[in-house]
Each structure stands twice: as C-alpha cells, then as structure tokens.
C-alpha cells in the first residue's frame, strides 16, 4: 500500500514562509491535494493537483511536486493559518484507494 | 453552494453495524461527475478514507475496512449512506461525508464536507 509521511511538526514565525512536505515513493508522478483543518471544524481543500488553489484560498498558499516530495509553501504566514495540514493521493494500484498522509500541525511562534 | 449534512447515532454497541446517512443540498447526486464519499478521523488522529460511491452505484472501498463497509446511494432523498458491520472500539471516531471530484486525471478530491459526527463505540 502506497505511503505518504508527512513531519509530525512544523514551526515558523509570522510572516515568514512555512514549508510543508509529504514524501511518498516517486510522488512527483501522482497529483496531491492538500487539506488544512483547525480545532473541532471539518477539513478544507487548499490545493489540488499539485499546485491548483480553490477560489477563496489565499495566494499565499502554493504547492509543487517533484520526485520522491510534494510541499505546500505558505508564505507571509499569519497566525490564522496555525492548523493540521494533510496531503492526499490516489493510489491506483489493483485496489485502487484513497490515501491520506499522517498529517502535520503548523505552529505560527 | 452545496452542503453536506450527516446524521446517526452517536452511540454504537460493540460488534453491532454502525449506520450514517449523509443528506446533500444545494446540488443534485443524480447530476454525475462526483464521488459521494465517507472519512473518518479517529480522536486527535489522522484522516482515514472509508471509501465513496458514485450516483450510478459504483463503489470503491478502503482496502481494510472493505470487508465491513457498505456505501449506498438514495438519488430521490438526495442522499448516500454508510454502514460499517461488527464495530469495536476501534471504530470510534469522527465521521464525515464529503463530495470528491477529480479533473482531467483520475485522482479524486474532496472539495465540500460535512462537519462530522462523534460516534463512539461502547457497551
């Protein structure tokens, strides 16, 4: 079964640039999608397809995808962005699924 | 806009099936194109796919709850169904119904979702 991990953790100051990575196994050949989710409220997409933003989403979110690593960039960071971010897949192997990385928790200092 | 709403128990007893139904407004099941769909989030872990079905019936299912998991589809009440047989403990978790689409590639994502419900599993 494919695997994504993610870093547990990630810290940054505000209005710095935050960097969040999901390695898989050749990633760069698959589309990731991204989700951010805080406290006791539902997930929400932030990117798709490796780099597509939803209307809505600040252009400070962006995405890239290369090799064995995706990342969401999130840049000017502002401490409304403090939240758990998940990347996501599709595995089409021969029983093709859904899968989620382990998530990571941004912390804005 | 669409929304999503779940709707259940909150309270199953081991080794019963646990039954969610997910009501959908603002947008129709039956237009096509999309893939209605259940997550789950255990108590301050992760997200976990369950597995999701399209309006014409057609499923696909997380290859380790397959075994237990049912998804279904009712296109006149606008809504689509879960049930996960034999719970335990394990099971307890946050449930959210989402809708996934996906572009010109196959692979899906998850744009709309419900604000989930606690399901807790205990005798």
């Known amino acids: 079964s494919y695997v994504l991990t993610q870093p547990p953790s990630v810290s940054v100051a505000p209005g710095k640039t935050a960097r969040i990575t999901c390695g898989g196994n050749?990633?760069?050949?698959?589309?990731v999608h991204w989700y951010q989710q805080k406290p006791g409220q539902a997930p929400v997409l932030v990117i798709y397809y490796d780099s597509d933003r939803p209307s809505g989403i600040p252009e400070r979110f962006s995405g890239s995808n290369s090799g064995n690593t995706a990342t969401l960039t999130i840049s000017r960071v502002e401490a409304g962005d403090e939240a758990d971010y998940y990347c996501q897949v599709w595995d089409s192997s021969s029983d093709p699924h859904v899968v989620f990385g382990g998530g990571t928790k941004l912390t804005v200092l | 806009q669409v929304q999503l709403q779940e709707s259940g128990p909150g309270l199953v007893k081991p080794s019963q099936t646990l039954s969610l139904t997910c009501t959908v407004s603002?947008?129709?099941?039956?237009?096509?194109?999309?893939?209605w769909s259940w997550i789950r989030q255990h108590p301050g872990k992760g997200l976990e796919w369950i597995g999701y079905?399209?309006?014409?019936?057609?499923?696909y299912y997380n290859p380790s709850l397959k075994s237990r998991v049912t998804i279904s589809v009712d296109t006149s009440k606008n809504q689509f169904s879960l049930k996960l047989s034999s719970v335990t403990a394990a099971d307890t978790a946050v449930y959210y119904c989402?809708?996934?689409?996906?572009?010109?590639?196959?692979?899906?994502?998850?744009?709309?979702w419900g604000q989930g419900t606690l399901v807790t599993v205990s005798s």
């Open positions: 989402a809708r996934a689409r996906e572009g010109a590639t196959p692979s899906p994502y998850f744009d709309y």
């Open positions: 050749n990633i760069g050949s698959k589309s």
């Open positions: 079905i399209y309006y014409s019936g057609s499923t």
């Open positions: 603002g947008g129709s099941i039956s237009s096509g194109g999309y893939y």
